[in-house]
C-alpha cells in the first residue's frame, strides 16, 4: 500500500556522523524526490549537551571540560555532512537518544500535520534508524520504509541483518529506485 504523499514524512536520521559517507548521494537523492512528492523532510540530528549532561551513562566519558565532545552544538560532527541542506518547509528535531521519538516532540508534531506513514534514511542502520523504526511501528505508523541504499551501518553485514529483522516485522525495505518508482 502506498500512502499518500501529503500524509508522509521523511526522516533523514544523523547524517551528520561518519559511516554515512557512501550514501550521502542517496540520501540527496531520496530528499529531492521527496520534496518534489510534497512529502515533508524532518532532518534528525543529535546534538548534546558540551558537558554531557543529556547523552547515554556509555557516552558521558567523551564530554566534559577539555573533551572534544562529538555532536554537540559548535563541534565537529554538529553539523549535517557536505552536500545536505535544510531548507525551508523542511523540519529539524534535535534528539539526545537513539530513537527520534524518545524525549522529543516528533510523535505529536507528526500528528499535528497529519502524518501517518514515515519513510526513513540515515545512519546507523542497528542503532538509531531501528530505534526509530520500532518506535514508529509501535505507535501505529503505516506503512514504515527504510530505504536500503539511503540508510547504513558500520559494516555491510549489520546494516543487512537489521533490515532483514525491521523487514520481519512490516517494514517495507527497498532500494532508493524502487522506492522512487513506487512513488511515481
Known amino acids: 500500500m502506498v500512502a499518500k504523499m501529503n500524509k508522509t514524512a521523511m526522516l533523514v536520521i544523523d547524517m551528520q556522523v561518519a559511516g554515512g559517507q557512501a550514501i550521502i548521494p542517496n540520501v540527496i537523492k531520496a530528499?529531492?524526490?521527496?520534496?518534489?512528492?510534497?512529502?515533508?523532510?524532518?532532518?534528525?540530528?543529535?546534538?548534546?549537551?558540551?558537558?554531557?549532561?543529556?547523552?547515554?551513562?556509555?557516552?558521558?566519558?567523551m564530554y566534559g571540560e577539555g573533551k572534544e565532545s562529538p555532536v554537540s552544538l559548535g563541534n565537529v560532527g554538529s553539523e549535517l555532512v557536505e552536500g545536505l541542506e535544510i531548507k525551508k518547509g523542511d523540519y529539524k528535531l534535535v534528539k539526545t537518544r537513539f530513537s527520534a521519538f524518545f524525549g522529543t516532540n516528533l510523535h505529536s508534531f507528526l500528528q499535528r500535520v497529519g502524518i501517518n506513514s514515515l519513510?526513513?534514511?540515515?545512519?546507523?542502520?542497528?542503532?538509531?534508524?531501528?530505534?526509530?523504526?520500532?518506535?514508529?511501528?509501535?505507535?501505529d505508523y503505516d506503512p514504515?520504509?527504510?530505504?536500503?541504499d539511503a540508510s547504513a551501518a558500520a559494516t555491510?553485514?549489520?546494516?543487512?541483518?537489521?533490515?532483514?529483522?525491521?523487514k520481519k516485522v512490516g517494514i517495507a525495505t527497498p532500494t532508493l529506485k524502487e522506492w522512487c518508482k513506487s512513488i511515481a
Open 31 to 61: 530528499v529531492e524526490v521527496a520534496r518534489e512528492s510534497g512529502i515533508l523532510v524532518v532532518w534528525v540530528v543529535r546534538e548534546h549537551d558540551p558537558m554531557g549532561r543529556d547523552v547515554e551513562l556509555y557516552r558521558m566519558p
Open 119 to 139: 519513510v526513513v534514511t540515515g545512519v546507523q542502520t542497528p542503532n538509531c534508524v531501528r530505534q526509530t523504526v520500532i518506535e514508529a511501528l509501535e505507535l
Open 144 to 148: 514504515i520504509t527504510v530505504i536500503t
Open 156 to 166: 555491510p553485514e549489520v546494516h543487512a541483518a537489521n533490515l532483514y529483522d525491521m
